[in-house]
């Protein structure tokens, strides 16, 4: 493609080195549409006839078809897939196919078929993440009145309806899902137009090129359009993320399926057995999800620093911006895809969760909010309940073994009813306020979550 200034062959090792058609390959389609709209531009200008473009078209539309069929003999000695694709072209239809790089640079071919593979991935992520938050939702149905302990510090902390844990990973999942959507929009704009980094001489109809792509608008700055990578690793951020709260959700799933808690069951189907303990059922899934944030994380890193310290504008550098991105978005989707189907196939198992949240210290709290309501400062109603709870140390007994008269020794603020307050349906009964498990409020909750993601 630029034999004209050179008299020797590039090195084969350094066409092994450079090459990236191994992977971006992938980008076919969208080099395709890049092409097909490109040389809507070249004939209003006048720099194709029509029946240059209809040849332009179809031969790229063959093209297309072969890549698809598994047909199409990629070139390594022709480095990426946007020479790959021309280059094939050319020797198909001749010196048409020869006018179709005219004011075009593959630095704005590279920048805008990266802007259309991902601008697609978004919403393949979105509509995931959306599978999943359903699924999550299904099983909060399905875990009906359960309640578990709430953990901070991995040390139970306050009872809340199994539904409420779910619910929170909700939650994380709709801002996911809204980041991954608010770095679409900021994408949807066409680089088409900017050449290797000063435009050209030759002005074609940029406007035209991208409502043909489907983008909102134009970049604006042929420098910055072809340099910047801001989108992808906007994507990637907002990936990582994503994987960060799987992987949370992850630690979540393999704590509640041991035998420690044993809050939940996973199927058969998403789990693995030992090749040595014939009792273990591993939760792998999970496991492997867990693992997979390190490697999107990765991405993220690996990309930035690629980027940081580039001059401006296109540097060679940038080529390596595609495999973590490919690798990110592969990643996620799976991650994703396996956890909904994994979710739909987990029961909780009611009888341990009511074992684990009959443990009266989870109403500690509603002990020092009853001297509260009695007129006692919080603090103070704190170090009573705390010297209660030091006094079943002692005694080898829970707060619901403490008698009237103990608590009253303790406080004679607390009236006759207070091992009452040491009822777990009356404790979450009361959690009103807004955001926290009431029944009301949790019922309101899935609900709301149930009409948004069936309507979304
Ligand atoms: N394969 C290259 C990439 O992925 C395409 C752009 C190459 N541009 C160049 N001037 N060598 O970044």
Request: charged share 25%; net charge negative; glycine share 8%.
């Amino acid at each position: 493609m630029w034999k004209g200034r050179f008299k020797e062959e590039t090195a084969a090792l350094l066409q092994r080195y450079s090459e990236s058609v191994s992977f971006d390959w992938r980008l076919w389609r969208h080099d395709i549409e890049g092409s097909i709209a490109h040389s809507a531009a070249l004939e209003k200008a006048g720099l194709l006839t029509g029946a240059e473009r209809e040849s332009i078209v179809q031969g790229l539309r063959e093209i297309g078809a072969e890549i698809e069929a598994g047909k199409f003999p990629f070139r390594q000695e022709l480095e990426d897939i946007h020479m790959n694709i021309e280059s094939e072209l050319t020797r198909r239809i001749g010196s048409a196919g020869g006018k179709l790089h005219t004011a075009r640079s593959r630095n704005d071919q590279v920048a805008l078929d990266l802007r259309l593979y991902l601008r697609e991935e978004c919403g393949q992520i979105v509509g995931l993440l959306r599978g999943l938050q359903r699924a999550l939702v299904g099983f909060g149905r399905r875990s009906g009145q359960t309640v578990i302990p709430g953990y901070t510090h991995l040390q139970r902390a306050q009872p809340v309806y199994f539904v409420h844990h779910l619910l929170a990973y909700v939650e994380m999942l709709e801002r996911d899902a809204g980041r991954v959507a608010d770095c679409r929009s900021r994408m949807n704009v066409c680089p088409l137009g900017s050449g290797a980094i000063a435009g050209s001489t030759i002005v074609l109809d940029r406007e035209l090129v991208a409502g043909l792509l489907g983008f909102d608008g134009v970049t604006q700055n042929s420098m910055d359009a072809v340099s910047d990578r801001d989108f992808a690793v906007e994507l990637l951020s907002a990936l990582a993320l994503v994987a960060v709260h799987l992987s949370r959700l992850s630690e979540d799933v393999i704590l509640w399926a041991s035998s420690e808690f044993q809050f939940v069951t996973i199927g058969d189907a998403f789990t693995t057995g030992s090749s040595l303990m014939p009792q273990k059922k591993n939760p792998d899934v999970a496991e492997l999800t867990r693992g997979k944030a390190g490697r999107v994380i990765g991405s993220l890193m690996s990309l930035l620093t690629t980027l940081k310290g580039l001059p401006m504008t296109y540097n060679r550098d940038m080529q390596e911006d595609k495999e973590p991105v490919f690798d990110a978005v592969d990643t996620v989707k799976a991650a994703l895809e396996i956890f909904a189907a994994m979710v739909e196939e987990m029961s909780v198992r009611s009888d341990a969760c009511a074992r684990a949240v009959s443990d009266p210290n989870l109403l500690a709290t509603d002990l020092a909010d009853e001297l509260v309501n009695r007129g006692v400062p919080f603090r103070s109603a704190h170090e009573v309940v705390g010297r209660a709870v030091a006094l079943c140390g002692e005694r080898g007994c829970e707060l619901t073994g403490l008698s009237v008269a103990d608590y009253q020794r303790l406080s004679p603020a607390f009236g006759d009813d207070v091992l009452s307050v040491l009822d777990l349906e009356r404790s979450m009964a009361a959690r009103k306020s807004i955001g926290a498990p009431a029944p009301g409020n949790v019922a309101a909750q899935l609900e709301r979550w149930e009409t948004r993601l069936s309507e979304a």
